[in-house]
């Protein structure tokens, strides 16, 4: 038996089966993996940010010891292979598609940002690959370059790419204008924030990898990679790159250690490993090392935003305006496009009754390393700056920022934005009475005054965050521009002996699906979860699948799952009323035991999975042999996770330093799987958020293009002693629109908590405004200031 009760099923806190095998280094990562024969291949990358390549002579390097071949942009065009693509296709308000440059895996006659890719060198050791490297010599005329956002538009700025005349992509607006303008007009109060949403630079743990190899027999491609979603990478690189046929293209992503949005996408180095596997009739290894990494990830956020908030005499919001220049880097990466405008625009109501929202996002080319999904994705940033102009509100009108959250808060459901998004079910208020009884909010003053004592600074912050998860509905986003559909398969393999395989499109990747996914199938089947295999990350042994990002494998992956489970039920309850003589109505199937109703007739779970097999005296018309079904799940809704996190901090002005004394987060995941995974998944996702707001930030020198944050000497990642221990609570409402009432959790902490420790940082310095990250240098300038202001007042 394996419900609830028995500490396995839906809503148990069970430890996560894989765990065994990663922390006693039996995990199967793709730099574990060695082929025969295999070679290893080494990048030159561009040590410029801009630049024209007058020459390439590789001759010096194919001499060197060890080579096997070098391979430069011309190779790859000669082979008639195409550039990376954008999956998602933005309109302009002026109805123009969004302006594409070219994307070559390897650069052709330019380079557009320190790290760009200019040669491949495969040899028998990566120390021969890297030596002869260095033998390459490309003749390149530098050229100015543009990595400010807010400059890179001017008429004068170096040009990215000449299809995009001014750096501009796309001028992409949602809302309605005029709405919006006439609510500013009967406004009694507008609140008015410029605000910079950091750029932060992806640092999953395992760095990108790939292995190519091409079987010359069968003419059949494999790429082992560092994917989030292998069928995705293998319909890009087939039907879009060109590296191979569809069906001669088997794509594998081992266990992958980490993503956080950065592997969803198809990049330059693993397409040249599997192109040129072919080329040299040998297995090619790419391991990126942290250095490559830090230059060639698609990083995330960097935004650029002036929003105004109108408000009546009774602090009730009438409506948004925001304008917002968004980073895309020199190329558009996979799903770089949706991320500033369909993610982002459509979550600017907030948790809020907002009757008139209009948001204009250019979307602009600089010099830099592309920037795409990270962690939440378009909504962190959305959320950073509701958040930040509804905390400026609440100061500027004296209404407590509690207060003034409840008086706008959405309470009737569903609910229609005015940005596309339909909201289906929550409860804000419950999230913000059990975050603000948690943090202890009435004792707050008190501890404000101890603090000052102390000659600390106290301040507290509030983030009401919604955010739009488990994508998604393939209509809705095929109307919105995407190339896909975001459906999710799955298939139930009972076997013989009454185990278990599910094969899934869903990728895990640090997520423990091979432990929820199993609590769901342990719980409808009555088996024990040792006895559930979840397969993932083959795209030859699971049919189809779109992956995982966007927090969509319990709202989408683990539906489809269910959808093949109700399959299984169905056929198994069949069998059953043919094995025990009875009508299929009567059939009662429990715990893992079928029953005939008002009898003592019963069959077990393993009992009726052999029968399945042995399939004697089935009647042939009515029942096929076997036991194995598939589902395609396609989501008829987002899911609206929603909750109230609550910020603490305490700042030393003399040093600037800000230490996180409380923090409080209520989250509303709708049915909870495994708490304890969620919890995790909380966890992470403050730490990468308060890392956002306090110490992580990718520089590019301004004038060289350089990246200056290039280590981790200069990159500051959060560490164990910059986080508190996180207060974390739930409520629940149901999501409607899927068969198992789940919320995404995935994201939420990142996509929340910014704002938070903003807020915190902000009233605890008594000013509007801090930059991300708010670093002991910014915080200590703020605090001086704000002390030399109040001695001459
Ligand atoms: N879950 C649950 N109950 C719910 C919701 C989810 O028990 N109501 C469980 C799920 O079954 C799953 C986990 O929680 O085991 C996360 O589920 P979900 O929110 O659906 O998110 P995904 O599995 O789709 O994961 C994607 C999400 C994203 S978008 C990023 S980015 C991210 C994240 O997950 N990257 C991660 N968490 C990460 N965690 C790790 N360790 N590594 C990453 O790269």
């Not at 089966?17 to 990358?45: S, V």
């Not at 959250?405 to 005015?418: A, G």
């Not at 795209?539 to 109700?566: C, E, H, N, P």
């Amino acid at each position: 038996m394996s419900d609830a009760a028995s500490g396995e099923g839906i809503g148990q806190p069970v430890r996560r089966k894989e765990d065994y095998r990663f922390i006693t280094g039996n995990g199967h990562y793709t730099d574990d993996i060695n082929r025969p024969r295999q070679t290893f291949a080494y990048f030159l990358r561009s040590p410029h940010a801009h630049a024209r390549i007058k020459s390439i002579d590789t001759s010096a390097a194919e001499a060197a010891p060890g080579v096997v071949a070098v391979f430069t942009g011309k190779h790859v065009a000669n082979d008639g292979i195409g550039g990376l693509i954008c999956g998602w296709t933005v309109t302009s308000k002026d109805g123009t598609p969004m302006k594409v440059g070219p994307h070559p895996i390897l650069a052709l006659d330019t380079v557009r940002y320190v790290g760009d890719h200019v040669a491949m060198v495969v040899a028998e050791t990566l120390a021969d690959a890297r030596a002869a490297a260095e033998l390459i010599e490309v003749d390149y005329e530098a050229l100015p370059a543009t990595v400010s956002l807010s400059s890179c538009q001017d008429g004068q700025a170096p040009q990215v790419h000449a299809e995009a005349p001014r750096n501009t992509c796309f001028e992409w607006e949602l809302g309605n204008k005029a709405e919006t303008e006439a609510a500013f007009a009967k406004a009694d109060r507008v609140v008015k924030l410029d605000l910079k949403n950091n750029r932060i630079i992806p640092n999953a743990m395992e760095p990108r990898a790939a292995i190519g190899e091409f079987d010359k027999g069968t003419g059949i491609y494999t790429l082992h990679t560092t994917s989030q979603n292998p069928h995705v990478a293998r319909l890009v690189l087939s039907a879009f790159v060109g590296v191979a046929p569809e069906h001669k293209l088997r794509v594998i992503a081992p266990d992958v250690g980490g993503g956080f949005g950065s592997k969803i996408f198809i990049y330059a180095e693993e397409t040249a490993c599997v192109w040129a596997a072919a080329k040299v009739g040998r297995p090619i290894k790419w391991t990126a090392d942290r250095s490559e990494a830090f230059l060639s990830d698609a990083h995330g956020r960097d935004h650029l935003s002036h929003a105004e908030l109108a408000l009546d005499k009774d602090g009730r919001f009438l409506g948004l305006r925001v304008k917002t220049i968004a980073n895309l880097g020199a190329y558009l990466s996979t799903f770089s496009a949706a991320v500033p405008t369909y993610l982002y625009g459509t979550l600017l109501s907030g948790q809020y009754d907002l009757p008139a929202i209009h948001v204009e996002v250019d979307g602009v080319y600089t010099h830099t390393a592309p920037v795409d999904a990270y962690r939440g994705a378009g909504r962190p940033e959305a959320t950073y700056l509701i958040e930040r102009i509804v905390e400026t509100a609440a100061r500027e009108t004296g209404i407590d920022p509690a207060e003034i959250r409840r008086r706008n808060y959405v309470k009737t459901f569903p609910h229609q934005t005015p940005v596309i998004m339909n909201y289906d079910a929550g409860d804000y208020a419950a999230s913000l009475d059990a975050a603000l009884d948690a943090i202890d909010y009435k004792g707050f003053p008190a501890r404000k005054a101890e603090a000052a004592r102390r000659g600390m600074l106290r301040g507290i912050g509030f983030s009401s965050y919604i955010e739009a998860c488990g994508l998604a509905p393939s209509a809705a986003v095929g109307s919105l521009g995407a190339g896909v559909g975001l459906w999710e398969s799955a298939e139930v393999r009972v076997n013989p002996t009454g185990n278990i395989e599910v094969l899934t499109g869903s990728h895990s990747h640090g997520q423990g699906h091979e432990t929820t996914f199993a609590q769901l199938v342990a719980s409808r089947l009555g088996v024990p979860l040792a006895n559930v295999e979840i397969v993932h990350g083959d795209t030859d042994k699971v049919q189809f699948g779109m992956g995982t990002y966007g927090s969509r494998s319990g709202a989408v992956g683990m539906s489809a799952i269910a959808k093949a489970l109700d399959k299984i039920e169905a056929k198994a309850k069949k069998i059953a009323a043919h094995l025990m003589e009875a009508a299929v109505e009567d059939i009662v199937f429990e715990n893992g035991v079928f029953t005939v109703q008002g009898t003592d007739k019963s069959l077990a779970w393993a009992e009726l999975s052999l029968a399945a097999y042995t399939a004697h005296g089935f009647p042939s018309a009515d029942i096929e042999p076997g036991l194995k079904e598939g589902a395609f799940y396609d989501p008829t809704n987002f899911t609206f996770p929603a909750g109230c996190h609550i910020c603490e901090v305490e700042i030393d002005p003399d040093t600037g330093i800000v230490k996180i004394a409380k923090f409080v987060a209520v989250d509303d995941f709708g049915t909870v799987i495994n708490p304890m995974i969620v919890e995790g998944q909380v966890h992470g996702g403050i730490a990468q958020g308060i890392g956002q707001a306090l110490l992580e930030h990718g520089v590019y020198d301004t004038d060289s293009g350089q990246l200056v944050t290039g280590s981790y000497m200069d990159y500051c990642m959060p560490r164990a002693d910059d986080l508190p221990s996180f207060t974390l609570g739930f409520t629940k409402t149901e999501c409607p629109s899927n068969p198992l009432g789940m919320k995404g959790c995935g994201e939420a902490g990142a996509i929340a908590s910014p704002p938070a420790v903003i807020n915190a940082v902000t009233d605890a310095l008594g000013i509007r405004e801090i930059e991300m990250p708010a670093t002991p240098a910014r915080i200590w300038e703020a605090a001086q200031a704000a002390t030399s202001r109040a001695a001459a007042e």
